[in-house]
């Protein structure tokens, strides 16, 4: 079992039951944690409550040289922590490196990012006055994390909220506890008691409690558009600042004069990482006409070849879905698309083997229009649907008709191109040939309904920090536009 953090120490709280962790590749219960009451949230923000005052006092530099340090105290359990990481939420070993190493280097980048600047100085309107911003943080922060990418999301939260000054309490997926937790055990002892803080459990029961406390100005969250909605409307009668990124369903662009084999290689890595469980997977491919046939075939042939299994074979191309319910969404949207015509090329059901785990083919579908949910809906699931396009007013279009605008990405070496879509496609990130590539200093995030906070670079610290403007005269005369005015 492992417990809770709450003010520097391992508790189970006040937690009757436990939920169990489970491998997706195996099914097997991999540990158990405490289902967190309301009273665990309680006791946490109070302990962040009563951190935050020396902590947002304690100069940056020195701030800076804690976070440094966690990043490389994560960065020397790296190899654990993947395998933890692995075991938990399914993907290959070799994602998981990746999501390690962005995980302690996100501490590292915003360790320096948070020494650079407070504020700025404005130019006064008057000689004797002195006009300036400062950036402050805002108490105690909420970071509600999804299962998908569990450290790296949690990164993105939590070093601009202890860079900034805040302190946190997080509410990590009831899916994926066990690697946050590892996490805060490994590299965050050395931080006063009561700057970070986990409490586990479900969201109607530790997630409300924080989403509703008074004592929790900001809350940070990525999932799905309806607990976003959900968090709106709780936090709205507080005016509590709010950080959401609310999932998406991104397109990709094939355009004629692209390779057909990078393209295809691109497209394959875009919508089947992670088994097609992340934000910004390509959900859409739209192919220009002139090579849809062609490229349909070659894609079907390549995704037909990715191997499914075990995230810690490393022969693995596609690990496990998280659970059976994302899996029966998935087929859901299958049926439905195949009963309005959608042929399935490659895949499109759960393999005979692995025999155990929650696994489901690599699918290629064509014949797909926007009338099924399939083109609409984000799906979360190794799926490729594949619409041709006549020309590319088409093509933006059909990018545009979305209620998401999370990211988009083209394939073409047609500068012309490049910058009509840069241009005219709504979305947070737009990827030209190498998509789902992040940047530390690039903000990420979305439009529409995708949420519009920003993770990563400068914006991603100033969502952690209030500004106020100070305006100070100096010499402190009276003026001769106060009252009265009729002298």
Not at 48 to 74: C, D, I, N, Y
Not at 377 to 385: C, H, M, N, Q, Y
Request: with cysteine.
């Amino acid at each position: 079992m492992k417990p809770m953090y709450i003010n520097g120490r391992f508790t189970v709280g006040r937690a009757k039951e436990m939920i169990p962790v489970i491998n997706p590749a195996t099914e097997e219960v991999l540990d158990e944690v405490p289902r967190g009451t309301a009273e665990d949230v309680h006791e946490a923000v109070a302990a962040a409550k009563h951190a935050f005052p020396e902590w947002s006092r304690t100069p940056a530099t020195v701030r800076a040289g804690l976070l440094h340090e966690a990043a490389s105290l994560m960065k020397s359990h790296a190899e654990e922590l993947t395998h933890l990481l692995t075991e938990e939420e399914g993907k290959p070993f070799v994602e998981n490196e990746e999501e390690v190493f962005w995980t302690y280097d996100t501490f590292h980048y915003y360790a320096e990012l948070a020494r650079h600047e407070r504020g700025r100085f404005l130019p006064p309107g008057d000689p004797d006055q002195i006009n300036f911003v400062i950036k402050e943080p805002y108490g105690v922060a909420g970071c509600i994390i999804p299962w998908n990418f569990p450290l790296l999301l949690l990164a993105w939260k939590l070093a601009p909220a202890l860079a900034a000054g805040n302190t946190v309490v997080i509410k990590p997926s009831e899916l994926t506890p066990l690697s946050t937790l590892r996490l805060i055990e490994l590299a965050f002892d050395h931080l006063p008691p009561g700057v970070v803080n986990v409490v586990t459990g479900y969201g109607p029961e530790a997630g409300e409690t924080l989403v509703r406390h008074p004592d929790v100005p900001i809350i940070a969250f990525t999932g799905s558009v309806e607990t976003g909605q959900r968090i709106a409307s709780i936090a709205a009668p507080m005016m509590k600042k709010l950080h959401l990124e609310l999932g998406g369903k991104d397109p990709m662009v094939i355009a004629p004069d692209v390779d057909i084999e990078m393209a295809v290689r691109g497209a394959a890595y875009a919508g089947m990482l992670n088994a097609g469980q992340v934000c910004t997977s390509t959900e859409r491919l739209y192919v220009h006409e002139s090579i849809y046939g062609r490229f349909s075939e070659e894609l079907a042939d390549f995704v037909g070849k990715l191997r499914l299994g075990s995230g810690l074979d490393p022969d693995t191309d596609v690990g496990p879905m998280i659970r059976n319910r994302f899996r029966e969404k998935v087929e859901g949207q299958l049926a439905e698309a195949t009963n309005l015509g959608g042929q399935i090329l490659i895949g499109g059901k759960r393999p005979q083997q692995p025999a155990k785990g929650y696994f489901f083919e690599p699918t290629v579908i064509v014949n797909v229009n926007h009338q099924m949910a399939l083109m609409r809906d984000e799906t979360f699931g190794p799926v490729l649907p594949l619409m041709p396009y006549r020309d590319f007013d088409e093509a933006i279009r059909l990018c545009n008709d979305t209620r998401f605008g999370l990211g988009a990405s083209l394939m073409s070496h047609d500068a012309k191109l490049v910058k009509r879509f840069f241009d005219n496609v709504k979305a947070g990130t737009i990827w030209i040939n190498d998509p789902l590539t992040d940047n530390f200093a690039g903000p990420f995030g979305g439009m529409k309904m995708t949420g519009g906070g920003r993770e990563l670079g400068q914006e991603g610290l100033d969502e952690f920090l209030e500004v106020k403007h100070v305006h100070w005269d100096v010499e402190g005369k009276i003026k001769e536009y106060w009252y009265p005015y009729g002298e």
